[in-house]
């Protein structure tokens, strides 16, 4: 896939599909764009579980922090990277492991090898791009507060 721009159905597609999201890089300092973001997330309806290796065992906005992805027990939709571009390749192959769906990297965090390998793997993969400016952009609303 041509990562320089994403067809809005795709975009759409993953958003919509999504439940449950690892925000790797997640920080519990209220002025970070990846508290934001969670922030954000958590207020449209998505289960944002946080991962810090340095915050594990800790709680960031209601959520106990796990030090790797694969120390998480439900199931995985997005694995949101919040690290910079080379740290995305061994993250990436964390989130081949654990049999993520979708693998999305934040605003300017781009690494073309880790995306072709999740690719190939079977997953979905969005670069250089935010959530929470995509979601009211391409006006999706997604209430999954009140769902059961």
Known sequence: ????????????????????????????????PSYGVMKYMQ??????????????GKDILGERVHASLSEIIIPIDMVDIFRNSDAAGPITDDAIAVNARSLWMQIGVQNDDAAARAEAAGL???????????IPRLGIEIDRLCET
């Not at 670069?127 to 400016?133: F, R």
Request: charged share 25%.
């Open 1 to 32: 896939m041509e990562h320089a721009s994403y067809n809005d159905a795709y975009i759409r597609e993953i958003l919509e599909n999504t439940r449950n999201i690892a925000m790797v890089g997640a920080s519990d300092k209220s002025d970070r």
């Open 43 to 56: 207020a449209k309806g998505y289960r944002v579980i946080p991962v810090n290796p340095s915050l594990a």
């Open 124 to 134: 979905m993969v969005v670069m250089n791009l935010c959530p929470k400016i995509e």
